[in-house]
């Protein structure tokens, strides 16, 4: 088997130390080509390059954004010819949804071993995904509020910041004291429904959970799984109670987040989100900048994943 090792060596919980043990284990059992990647975009570059020769796995060690690219490069060219590798993930991240949402441990080493487990075993599963627009997305993307977190965050890590649990909550409570007191932007259709005006926000999920705060699962639509259509939530009030009323719901368990104030739906193939003034738009945690017009849809079984 031939495989392709693509590193994010800025990941916020990668090592050099790790790295090594990760490609010594996996050039055991594998015929490896490690790719320390340099610049945005290197990774899809990596990954499209591995598609184009005809690699049989395509492994992605990093955060959600070092997975996005690697999925986006992989399944840039859809060419018949070409043979699509299986994609493995080692997460070497701070959230790690996507990995920790297929079931994988958050350790790199133990992830490893369930990596060399399911080569040695020939195990594997499809998964379906999303798309925004013309961008892949493997758990979740977002307009709105949960965008410009993204992008104050990467701001903040740019200028030397430590990306940690508490300084996404200051941001996210920083930004929702600024888009609070604004008007609603946003109209959602979701299918062949009648469009919904009036809403501050649009959170799109490909799984569940939404993300994790810490160690705890937030859970936006827990009927959304890899299996499923897509699932949106989005709220047209953002009185503080009322915010903190949803998300303590999401914190709780399994609970579905329900409410008047709340536009929720489940397993759906195609959303619509249209802005009256162009907002940040975010997938897998990586900022695209500002979008007038997102267009959500479901592609299943996209993807084969070896776990």
Same mark, same amino acid.
């Given at each position: 088997?031939? #495989?392709?090792?693509v590193v994010n060596p800025q990941a916020t919980s990668t090592t050099a130390a790790r790295r090594d043990v990760l490609a010594h284990a996996l050039a055991d059992v594998v015929k490896l080509e490690v790719v320390q990647t340099r610049y945005r975009g290197h990774a899809a570059d990596a990954a499209r390059a591995a598609v184009a020769d005809d690699i049989d796995l395509v492994i992605a060690h990093g955060g959600d954004g070092t997975v996005n690219e690697v999925v986006n490069g992989m399944l840039s060219d859809p060419r018949p010819e070409h043979r699509m590798p299986r ?12 990995? !920790? /949402? ?44 949960? /965008? ?6 990467? %701001? ?6 430590? *990306? ?19 008007? +609603? %932007?946003?109209? *959602? ?5 009648? +469009? ?7 959170? *799109? #999920? ?41 998300? #303590? ?14 536009? !929720? ?10 802005? %009256?003034? +162009?907002?940040?738009? %975010? ?13 959500? *849809? ?10």
């Amino acid at each position: 088997m031939r #495989a392709v090792l693509v590193v994010n060596p800025q990941a916020t919980s990668t090592t050099a130390a790790r790295r090594d043990v990760l490609a010594h284990a996996l050039a055991d059992v594998v015929k490896l080509e490690v790719v320390q990647t340099r610049y945005r975009g290197h990774a899809a570059d990596a990954a499209r390059a591995a598609v184009a020769d005809d690699i049989d796995l395509v492994i992605a060690h990093g955060g959600d954004g070092t997975v996005n690219e690697v999925v986006n490069g992989m399944l840039s060219d859809p060419r018949p010819e070409h043979r699509m590798p299986r994609l493995g993930v080692v997460p070497g991240g701070s959230a790690n949804v996507f990995a !920790r /949402a297929l079931g994988l441990p958050k350790d790199p080493i133990e992830a490893t071993h369930r990596l060399l487990q399911a080569i040695a075993s020939d195990s594997s599963r499809l998964v379906g995904l999303g798309k925004a627009n013309d961008r892949w997305f493997t758990f979740n993307a977002g307009v709105g509020w949960d /965008a410009d977190v993204v992008a104050e965050v990467e %701001q903040l890590r740019g200028r030397g910041r430590n *990306v940690t649990p508490a300084l996404y909550a200051r941001t996210a409570l920083s930004c929702y004291f600024r888009m609070s007191r604004q008007a +609603p %932007q946003i109209t *959602v259709r979701v299918g062949d429904e009648p +469009p919904t005006t009036g809403l501050h926000t649009a959170f *799109v #999920a490909n799984t569940d959970p939404w993300t994790y705060l810490g160690s705890r699962p937030m859970r936006m639509n827990p009927d959304t799984t890899f299996d499923t259509g897509l699932g949106v939530f989005s709220l047209s009030d953002m009185n503080a109670y009322v915010v903190l009323r949803y998300i #303590a719901q999401m914190l709780r368990g399994r609970a579905k987040p329900h409410g008047r104030n709340a536009l !929720r739906r489940a397993d759906v193939d195609y959303i619509h989100v249209a802005c %009256q003034e +162009p907002l940040r738009l %975010q997938v897998d945690g990586d900022n695209l900048g500002e979008r007038s017009v997102i267009e959500f *849809v479901s592609v299943p079984d996209a993807l084969r994943v070896a776990v």
